[in-house]
């Protein structure tokens, strides 16, 4: 059965949040396709929710800037995977929007395809790869793995001195292996030390699930607890979804951070956490005047933005629910 879900909405208030949080001139990526000029080694594929919190897209462009990579990177609505439109029950629509995708995808040529959205990851593994008619054409694998693969060859310039605890999920062979490989970069990066995992069955494959929702304020506190209990300074996560989950209880004594940020800061190329920083500001004024150059750049006046403050930035409103 298929829902009567607002999509309209749904990509509007990502859309929304990202004139927030990125200026016009740091979105670097692709977010409306144009048939590429050159084929590429690699294609990165960003989603669309990631661009809630900008800054994680920024730094992983920069990583793989450092290390030399030769890619495209892609975004947003017009490569939507469809699982939006899958989970709402509207599976012909799902399969319309993967389709143009994956048509978009082949045209830059590229022979590994590195995925940074979690439910991007679940939605080609298990839905729309088993029902292609031939094969994608691409070796698929998460950033996660690609960057552990690559760590000896990471230029750092200097350490990042923290002890990290990471908060992985479990009960799901992506998510397990994505920790993994996490894991592994993480000891690579110099200053890292890797105190221990916090994880729960209860908070779903991303933290955003229906599951995750009911758990996530109980569940969140207790792997707090655990991460302190463990030494961690710094509570890393996988992804972007757990990070606009966590990010409000950031504290000096335990820093919230996801992992490309810490990668990046060893590299000289982080990012401003410019959502944590809306997130954690109290006042609608406050948010949409430190916000300022970001919306202008997009050619918003002062209205809109307060409209979108009040609709994303409000005290106990919801943010944009899937990954």
């Not at 760590?151 to 062979?173: E, N, Q, S, W, Y």
């Not at 690579?188 to 209860?202: C, I, R």
Request: one cysteine or more.
């Amino acid at each position: 059965m298929v829902d009567r879900y607002d999509y309209a909405g749904h990509f509007r208030g990502i859309r929304d949040q990202e004139r927030l949080v990125l200026s016009a001139q740091e979105i670097t990526w692709q977010e409306k396709y144009e048939r590429p000029t050159r084929p590429v080694d690699v294609l990165v594929y960003l989603g669309c929710h990631v661009m809630i919190t900008g800054h994680l897209a920024i730094e992983l462009t920069a990583v793989l800037d450092k290390l030399g990579v030769d890619y495209a990177a892609v975004g947003g609505m017009q490569f939507c995977c469809g699982i939006v439109h899958h989970s709402h029950g509207d599976e012909e629509a799902a399969g319309r929007i993967s389709s143009a995708t994956v048509e978009r995808m082949r045209s830059y040529g590229a022979k590994t395809l590195v995925m940074w959205c979690p439910s991007c990851d679940l939605q080609f593994e298990d839905v729309i790869v088993p029902a292609l008619a031939d094969s994608l054409g691409m070796n698929t694998v998460h950033a996660t793995q690609f960057l552990a693969e690559r760590a000896d060859a990471l230029p750092f310039v200097a350490p990042t001195p923290c002890k990290v605890a990471i908060h992985t999920h479990v009960g799901h062979r992506r998510q397990e292996r994505d920790a993994e490989a996490c894991r592994a970069l993480l000891n690579s990066v110099p200053g890292v030390e890797v105190v221990g995992d916090v994880t729960s069955d209860l908070l779903g494959y991303d933290c955003v699930t229906p599951e995750a929702f009911r758990n996530l304020s109980t569940e969140r506190d207790r792997l707090l607890s655990e991460a302190r209990d463990l030494g961690a300074d710094t509570l890393v996560t996988l992804y972007h979804s757990c990070h606009r989950r966590w990010c409000d209880a950031d504290s000096p004594d335990l820093r919230i951070r996801n992992y490309i940020s810490l990668v990046a800061e060893a590299l000289g190329c982080r990012a401003d956490d410019r959502y944590m920083r809306l997130a954690q500001t109290s006042e609608l004024g406050d948010v949409v005047e430190s916000s300022r150059q970001q919306w202008l750049s997009h050619g918003l006046v002062q209205s809109k933005a307060e409209e979108i403050a009040q609709a994303h930035f409000a005290p106990g409103e919801p943010t944009v629910d899937d990954a």
